[in-house]
C-alpha cells in the first residue's frame, strides 16, 4: 500500500526523500504550538498594552473612566486598520458640540458687558484648530494616537517650533495638524459621554484649556489688522493669487505696497502672512504702532 501511495509523489519529493535517506537525515516534527501563533498570549499582551495606555491618559487628564473603551476610540485614528476599536470620528462630533456649548455658557457669565461679536470672537479663539492642537502638544496626546498618517511626524514638528515664535496664539499664521486637535475633540466627546454630566467635563476641560485667551489678548486677525489700517488711511487693496501655480499670495496696497507669502500646504496661511507682511510695510513707512497683543490669563 506504502509503495502504491508512493507513486503519487511528486518526482522532487522522491528525490528529496531518496537524499534524505542517504544521509541518514531523519524526518523533522514540528510542535502544533509552534506552528500555530498564540493567539491568547497575543491578546493578554494587547489587554496590558490599552491598560497602561489608559492608565498614562487617565494620570494627565485627571480623570478615571467607567468604560475605557472610549479612550481607545479617542486615540484611534481611521487609519489605523487593526479594526480594533472605533476611530475617533464620532466622539469629536460630540466633542465640539460640547465644547462650544461650555465655552459659551463660561464667557457668557464672565464678561457680562462684552456684546455676541466679541464673544463670538473669543470663543472662536479658544476652541478653533490652533488652540485645540497646542493642548494636545502640551500634554503630549499624540504619542497615545493609534494611526498610520505618514507625515504627522514632520506636521508635529513644525508645527512645536512655529507656536515658539506665538506663545499664546498666532491668529491664522501657522497650520496647525488638525489631527491634534481632533485628539482633544474626541477626548471631550468621550468625558461628557462617560460622565454623562456637563459640569463634570467642564471642570476637566478647563484645565486642559489653560491658559485660555482673555478679552484683553484677544489676537487681532490679519486680514482685519489690514482692512482696518486700509480703511483709516483710505488705501486700495487688491489680493493677486498664484497659489495653485506656486503657492505664493500678493496683497497690494494702494498700487504701492506689496505684502508677499509663499506657503504651499495651505491657502489661507499664505493669504494671512501676506497681508500680515503689508501690513508691516505699511507701519514702517508711517511710523504706527503695531498691534500685538500678547496678554496670557492670571
Same mark, same amino acid.
Given at each position: 500500500?506504502?509503495?502504491?501511495?508512493?507513486?503519487?509523489?511528486?518526482?522532487?519529493?522522491?528525490?528529496?526523500?531518496?537524499?534524505?535517506?542517504?544521509? %541518514?537525515?531523519?524526518?523533522?516534527?514540528?510542535?502544533?504550538?509552534?506552528?500555530?501563533?498564540?493567539?491568547? /498570549?497575543?491578546?493578554?499582551?494587547?489587554?496590558? /498594552?490599552?491598560?497602561?495606555?489608559?492608565?498614562?491618559?487617565?494620570?494627565?487628564?485627571?480623570?478615571?473612566?467607567?468604560?475605557?473603551?472610549?479612550?481607545?476610540?479617542? &486615540?484611534?485614528?481611521?487609519?489605523?486598520?487593526? %479594526?480594533?476599536?472605533?476611530?475617533? /470620528?464620532?466622539?469629536?462630533?460630540?466633542?465640539?458640540?460640547?465644547?462650544?456649548?461650555?465655552?459659551?455658557?463660561?464667557?457668557?457669565?464672565?464678561?457680562?458687558?462684552?456684546?455676541?461679536?466679541?464673544?463670538?470672537?473669543?470663543?472662536?479663539?479658544?476652541?478653533?484648530?490652533?488652540?485645540?492642537?497646542?493642548?494636545?502638544?502640551?500634554?503630549?496626546?499624540?504619542?497615545?494616537?493609534?494611526?498610520?498618517?505618514?507625515?504627522?511626524?514632520?506636521?508635529?514638528?513644525?508645527? @512645536?517650533?512655529?507656536?515658539?515664535?506665538?506663545?499664546?496664539?498666532?491668529?491664522?499664521?501657522?497650520?496647525?495638524?488638525?489631527?491634534?486637535?481632533?485628539?482633544?475633540?474626541?477626548?471631550?466627546?468621550?468625558?461628557?459621554?462617560?460622565?454623562?454630566?456637563?459640569?463634570?467635563?467642564?471642570?476637566?476641560?478647563?484645565?486642559?484649556?489653560?491658559?485660555?485667551?482673555?478679552?484683553?489678548?484677544?489676537? @487681532?486677525?490679519?486680514?482685519?489688522?489690514?482692512?482696518?489700517?486700509?480703511?483709516?488711511?483710505?488705501?486700495?487693496?487688491?489680493?493677486?493669487?498664484?497659489?495653485?501655480?506656486?503657492?505664493?499670495?500678493?496683497?497690494? !496696497?494702494?498700487?504701492? &505696497?506689496?505684502?508677499?507669502?509663499?506657503?504651499?500646504?495651505?491657502?489661507?496661511?499664505?493669504?494671512?502672512?501676506?497681508?500680515?507682511?503689508?501690513?508691516?510695510?505699511?507701519?514702517?513707512?508711517?511710523?504706527?504702532?503695531?498691534? !500685538?497683543?500678547?496678554?496670557?490669563?492670571?
Amino acid at each position: 500500500m506504502k509503495e502504491e501511495m508512493e507513486m503519487f509523489l511528486p518526482l522532487q519529493d522522491l528525490l528529496l526523500e531518496e537524499e534524505n535517506k542517504e544521509q %541518514g537525515q531523519e524526518e523533522k516534527h514540528y510542535p502544533l504550538q509552534e506552528l500555530i501563533p498564540n493567539d491568547q /498570549e497575543n491578546k493578554e499582551n494587547e489587554h496590558d /498594552e490599552n491598560s497602561n495606555r489608559v492608565k498614562a491618559i487617565e494620570e494627565i487628564i485627571g480623570y478615571e473612566f467607567h468604560d475605557p473603551i472610549l479612550l481607545q476610540q479617542v &486615540f484611534t485614528h481611521h487609519s489605523y486598520d487593526k %479594526g480594533l476599536s472605533s476611530s475617533f /470620528e464620532r466622539l469629536a462630533y460630540v466633542g465640539d458640540s460640547v465644547l462650544n456649548f461650555l465655552i459659551t455658557k463660561e464667557h457668557y457669565f464672565s464678561y457680562p458687558d462684552k456684546d455676541p461679536g466679541k464673544l463670538t470672537r473669543l470663543r472662536a479663539v479658544n476652541v478653533d484648530t490652533e488652540k485645540l492642537a497646542r493642548v494636545a502638544l502640551k500634554y503630549q496626546l499624540h504619542k497615545f494616537l493609534r494611526h498610520k498618517i505618514i507625515s504627522l511626524s514632520e506636521q508635529i514638528k513644525e508645527f @512645536t517650533n512655529a507656536i515658539v515664535e506665538y506663545p499664546l496664539h498666532s491668529s491664522g499664521l501657522i497650520d496647525a495638524p488638525k489631527v491634534l486637535a481632533d485628539i482633544v475633540e474626541s477626548l471631550v466627546g468621550a468625558i461628557f459621554t462617560d460622565s454623562n454630566s456637563m459640569d463634570t467635563t467642564w471642570k476637566i476641560v478647563k484645565n486642559l484649556l489653560e491658559p485660555m485667551i482673555i478679552p484683553d489678548a484677544l489676537p @487681532t486677525h490679519p486680514i482685519t489688522q489690514l482692512r482696518e489700517l486700509c480703511q483709516r488711511k483710505k488705501f486700495s487693496v487688491k489680493i493677486r493669487d498664484f497659489w495653485k501655480e506656486t503657492g505664493e499670495i500678493e496683497i497690494v !496696497v494702494d498700487e504701492y &505696497f506689496v505684502g508677499r507669502a509663499k506657503y504651499s500646504a495651505k491657502r489661507s496661511v499664505a493669504r494671512n502672512r501676506a497681508a500680515l507682511d503689508a501690513y508691516y510695510q505699511i507701519v514702517e513707512m508711517y511710523g504706527l504702532k503695531k498691534l !500685538v497683543p500678547e496678554k496670557l490669563i492670571t
